[in-house]
């Protein structure tokens, strides 16, 4: 009896450590330290900036991001020298952002991480995301995690396709893969 119900809780501590990850939501912190990067930057001017969101309608994950963004941002997220707006952006617009802000939601397939990587690159803005794998697979310039400890990588290549600029201190905050 006692070993069903070791059994029982460790089925269901695993599957609440399965969800959990599988709707990774970006944190107040990772929208902290994103804000600190792009007041780097001397490609987005200083006061409003749109802060294009890039999500799938059809991934939980990419929805709950999402909201987690929208609940951050709301009406205005104040920055160092900016203020986001937010617009939502489905994964059939990529190719009408205009802005100098995309960020990839967690749950985009390969394909719509890299067509929003290309559109950043076409309008030269910033790619970022808190899915580091996308930033390690090349299909997104900057990514911010903030668990244990602050991760902040940039994948070179995208980087340097983008032509961004930004000021000297940028590269001391971040590691290039």
Same mark, same amino acid.
């Given at each position: 009896?006692?070993?069903?119900?070791?059994?029982?809780?460790?089925?269901?501590?695993?599957?609440?450590?399965?969800?959990?990850?599988?709707?990774?939501?970006?944190?107040?912190?990772?929208?902290?330290?994103?804000?600190?990067?792009?007041?780097?930057?001397?490609?987005?001017?200083?006061? @409003?900036?749109?802060?294009?969101?890039?999500? @799938?309608? #059809?991934?939980? $994950?990419?929805?709950? @991001?999402?909201?987690?963004?929208?609940?951050?941002?709301?009406?205005?997220?104040?920055?160092?020298?900016?203020?986001?707006?937010?617009?939502?952006?489905?994964?059939?617009?990529?190719?009408?952002?205009?802005?100098?802000?995309?960020?990839?939601?967690?749950?985009?397939?390969?394909? @719509?991480? #890299? #067509?929003?990587?290309?559109?950043?690159? $076409?309008?030269? $803005?910033?790619?970022?995301?808190?899915?580091?794998?996308?930033?390690?697979?090349?299909?997104?310039?900057?990514?911010?995690?903030?668990? +244990?400890?602050? +991760?902040?990588?940039?994948?070179?290549?995208?980087?340097?396709?983008?032509?961004?600029?930004?000021?000297?201190?940028?590269?001391?905050?971040?590691?290039?893969?």
């Amino acid at each position: 009896m006692q070993s069903k119900f070791k059994l029982g809780l460790l089925s269901f501590a695993s599957l609440v450590a399965v969800q959990a990850e599988a709707l990774a939501v970006t944190s107040d912190q990772e929208m902290a330290a994103i804000a600190k990067i792009i007041s780097l930057s001397k490609d987005i001017p200083a006061g @409003d900036a749109t802060f294009s969101v890039v999500y @799938d309608p #059809s991934s939980d $994950a990419s929805k709950a @991001d999402l909201e987690s963004l929208k609940s951050l941002i709301g009406g205005g997220y104040s920055a160092p020298k900016h203020t986001f707006k937010l617009e939502e952006v489905p994964v059939s617009g990529i190719g009408s952002i205009g802005s100098k802000i995309i960020f990839l939601t967690d749950g985009l397939s390969a394909g @719509d991480q #890299s #067509s929003a990587l290309n559109q950043g690159v $076409a309008n030269k $803005a910033l790619t970022v995301t808190t899915s580091l794998p996308y930033v390690e697979n090349g299909n997104c310039v900057l990514g911010v995690d903030v668990g +244990n400890n602050v +991760n902040i990588i940039m994948n070179g290549e995208a980087f340097g396709k983008s032509n961004l600029d930004f000021e000297a201190a940028f590269k001391f905050m971040i590691k290039e893969l």
